[in-house]
């Protein structure tokens, strides 16, 4: 349910106008020197308010650990770290409580928690909650980075069908911070920003696609026949709200491909056996094989836009015309694009450890 | 690892050309009345050698039901099934074991079981071991059709760039196992089979894409966060080798849409509150809406090729050109068609179960 | 790990000495009124302080919600509550950390976590940890009476070698917190305390053994072949520090019955299938029966004294003559009577909602 | 339900009269060379009819191998084998299903199921399903020895009230099965099966308690807070059906004891820091240290008896006088001795791989 992975694990609770979001991390091996700075950093690469494309929701979305870190350092028994809501304005919500809004958990979250669900800004269902997949993400990246070298970079490819050139890695590190819509294409990072720009203005929203990669990962991530990293990816990442498809490598381009086209071939480079290409995404039979793990993540249009839509009561059935008011972004492509990373992160720390590859203690005992 | 599901919980086991292929069925409700020749006909759509279009490997795939049901009923104990190996032909492998065949687990398997694994026709990483789906999701099929009228019909959307028209429930009902490739447009079906016969001559395979449509399901399966419906579909999907690329409702082409466009709205129908469209596939915040469930796969095509390839002798890291020979399908859509429903039937049971949909026990004490 | 359940799911978090302790509850049905007053005052029960016989440290153990609670219900939302830690004095920890203290968990903590541990009052591994539990059982004891009219009554049935005859639950439920040993039999109670406070002036501690009984529990609980009721309630209490062994009914003194005495046979009295006797302690196969559950846990004496103990330095191995100072309870078995309780309630409740016993929404839909 | 352990997992499946008794290992290391010799020796340790103290029912329990081992090692896909069921005569339970034999699960599984669970023998529930937990170990005692030199040795410390002497390792491991009762007191032994014949001659049955022991066990098994190799241990030894007891060290008499006599001081011998005493049972906080693993379990006495017991009809409540036939042990201690055994070492194996000190792969790439 609320809880994530096996061997380095994840716990989430609080809701958008709640007291907090927060997360409980358990399995992070002992002896990781934790920077605090770095975890900040990253939520303000998500947190509302950042730029002119985002929600005017204003929220600092301030650090708070509660429990594992001792002296600095991972001590092997669980994180908790929160952030506290300050910025809530419920009224839109208390007062169209019984409109579920077209596109959103609203309807199904009524049916399935039997009206008792807190429905205030989309309660658990917020996309607030990837707050705490961020902070927790932010650790692994720690982990992963110091233990094994993996690095993990996400950027907007596509935003309202303006999509990017496939790119090279240089550039991505290079750019994908220097616009507010984190397209690491300039030219086309200014036609994203207007597009969502007229969007906003329309009262409506527009939808896009990131692409992840991750790299200097070992060969053998990944535990078939059922924990495939492929599997383990997909099954995080469709935890973000919003996302509805994921490819690996040249994901939908396969179903048009020959077996000829879509082989990697092998050769040997340096001493190192690779591919030629990298078709499959660095992962084959579910288990990683060194080369870069590409994933392409596409998102909806974030669902609460002004223009008029049609719902009903959901007490009484009656039709209903509603205008999502409230503050949202115009497009969620931007913020989620440092919540990507960190799902993939989690997940390839979570292999990592359950493949033996990190230890449970990354230090000596003196 | 390989156990799927924590309320309908099925683990698998056996290689390509050991002794069989076998599953346990765990969590299965007590007093569902077990068709067998239903299940066996789910392995006939599935089994090697059927049609012109597939692997010329002939398995009977002969159900063995080894526990768990007693005078014709689920008992509450787990159930064993198994399908014995006979046709098996190793080789090719035992000759080529340390030239890992492009496309293929045979590298990462290597490197993760230390030359260990049984490489034989792939060994667990072989699509044969989705006979073991098949047999556990005919089960789920019969306990999700005996509950709540829940039906899951695939077909083959696309197969080497033809693609089908969007098509409608009557038509897939009706058309999809009257040919070959299972596609319910009888026009493209024959360009699908005649593109397959050219590909095969070439020594060549074909990708494609397989749509599946759940319906009847009921408003509330998932379980948000992290175990949501989409992503645990998609997991699931993802232990069928080949599959590269999983989409729900309008999936990628949310990349392009507004949210004016994107959002389903609602409206009363004969008393049932329904959406107007279903671009989201069914689900919403992680949860089944009762609208249809929307699935779509991209598989890769079929790796094994005798066109030459580069590889490289895994021991020695000295380059080979290799043929691949055995015996393959040319294109491995058609026999995942079965497969599919089968892991959707099985991911759709567990959550059936798990949300308190169905009965611990389907009939009454006397 | 830190995560115990899987249907009523609990994750605990915090330090003796660190900012708080704290627990997040998971699966909890949506629509269950919350009584906070009763949570507190299962705290007050547990908490350091509440008399003479036990730690002089001073906690108010003061409740506070983070997540999950909205309108006095729960929502069907992860449920977040914290204690602050106030009373905290580590000097004594901060002196010796390089000592282990024979019985504790110092030892195996140092090698396990690398020396990273907090080892301030133990950390992770205090007793203090079970404040959580207590908060988690007290919402699983107010899920469970008000779903199935279930009731966990525990009670002091030992302490340093005084027992007390086999009670009856009228006196258990009108005795058990009129003193502060929590024993049933008010004279044994007044030989348990004297027998307190003799070890505490000779700087030595009590071990003891505590029964617990739930009623009204239904047939069905329990699930074979593994998570049997007595194998999930086994594993959790084992999870309270000082715990070594569990006996369910008539316990060890089965290895000295013969059949024909062990066996309770089974009558029908007012309809209703019973036992003439309980030796089996409620529990079948695995599987609750209907009958009272009967469970026995040994504590052992609190491990913290202050008479002169050997024990060595971790770093050079030097060997080192230790009285433990800090503050502690000289018998910890009153204070871990509400802790039985509480861990008690929470596989009940995990098994009651597996198994189909409690809904997943407790109230209707308006 | 039937499948334990997370990193070395097993899943039974089978009943007492049906086809066979089976078990899917997932997880176990690739590269351990199978010594099948070896398990069927435990299985013919455990198997029926192999003594006069036994049941008369004759089964050879031949292991049948079907998945996971290849040129004699384990690959990393799941290992399943099978023993058959032959000997087995039913016409007791079918003549008799209706009335629920006393201290058997009979009557919860009835009620569990709803009257579909298999019923012959006990089905699923019989003592027979052990025999699978012996197939996997032997499996786990191989991997244990062979990668940390790991021993298990249970034996029978007591049966109707006879009991033995704290015994040292070089009897036990000298004289367990030099008798038939598996007692490593050759005096004692003979009062025990003089007791079970003198009971078997009444037509009833005796209980008794068998002790445990694990050397060269590391420091450092064992997952606070909820996953403590005491919870493991018990949780997975409360499935071998009987057993109603579960000890530590000490175990009960720490109810008895002050701190200063409980404690187990530190000292250093040869340059190892070890202990005094092992009045903890080699586990501290939840985690070993180093110290041999004391388990002591109490089983019930067989609830079959011949002697006339009260049960009731469950279809219509009627009382009913009954007379368990069929074929029975005596006394199911003996035979429960390598059960024990195997159940602890599937344990061990689990925690041992979980912790990092057996590694996924046992030997090298070439």
Same mark, same amino acid.
Do not use: M, W
């Given at each position: 349910m609320n809880t994530l992975g096996t061997s380095f694990k994840i716990t989430t609770f609080g809701e958008s106008h709640g007291n907090c979001i927060g997360v409980v991390i358990d399995g992070c091996p002992a002896g990781l020197r934790i920077n605090v700075d770095h975890i900040q950093?990253?939520?303000?690469?998500?947190?509302? /308010? @950042?730029?002119?494309?985002?929600?005017?929701r204003s929220e600092t979305d301030t650090l708070e650990i509660l429990s594992g870190i001792f002296h600095g350092y991972t001590t092997g028994s669980p994180i908790c770290m929160i952030i506290p809501n300050k910025s809530t304005d419920s009224s839109f919500y208390e007062e169209n409580w019984m409109y579920p809004r077209p596109g959103h958990a609203d309807f199904t979250a009524y049916y399935k928690y039997g009206g008792f669900n807190d429905n205030r800004g989309g309660g658990m269902f917020s996309g607030r909650i990837t707050a705490s997949f961020v902070i927790a993400g932010a650790?692994?990246? @720690?982990?992963?980075s110091e233990s094994l070298n993996i690095k993990i970079l996400a950027y907007t490819s596509s935003i309202g069908g303006i999509s990017i050139s496939p790119t090279n890695l240089t550039e991505i590190i290079g $750019?994908?911070? @220097?616009?507010?819509?984190?397209?690491?294409?300039?030219?086309?990072?200014k036609e994203m920003i207007n597009a969502i720009e007229k969007a906003k203005q329309e009262g409506d929203s527009l939808g896009g696609a990131i692409d992840c990669v991750a790299i200097n990962t070992p060969i053998g991530l990944g535990e078939p026949l059922f924990d495939t990293l492929e599997g383990d990816l !997909?099954?995080? &990442?469709?935890? &973000?709200?919003?996302?509805? !498809?994921? $490819?690996?490598? !040249?994901?939908?381009?396969f179903s048009q491909m020959k077996g000829s086209e879509a082989n990697d071939q092998?050769?040997?480079?340096? /001493?190192?056996?690779k591919t030629s290409s990298n078709n499959s995404g660095g992962i084959l039979g579910g288990i990683s094989n060194g080369m870069p793990i590409i994933i392409k993540t596409t998102l909806k249009p974030t669902p609460s836009i002004r223009k008029h839509q049609n719902t009903i009561n959901i007490v009484n059935k009656n039709e209903k015309d509603l205008s999502t008011q /409230?503050?949202?972004d115009p497009c969620i492509v931007p913020r989620a694009v440092p919540v990507i990373e960190a799902v993939v992160a989690i997940v390839l720390a979570d292999h990592a450890i359950k493949a033996g590859f990190i230890k449970h203690v990354l230090e000596k005992l003196e």
């Open positions: 950093k990253e939520l303000d690469r998500r947190r509302p /308010g @950042q730029s002119s494309v985002t929600t005017s650790i692994a990246k @720690q982990l992963l $750019e994908v911070d @220097q616009n507010i819509v984190r397209c690491p294409d300039p030219v086309k990072a !997909a099954k995080a &990442i469709f935890s &973000i709200p919003a996302v509805k !498809a994921i $490819e690996f490598g !040249a994901g939908t381009k092998y050769l040997v480079a340096n /001493g190192i056996i /409230g503050r949202h």
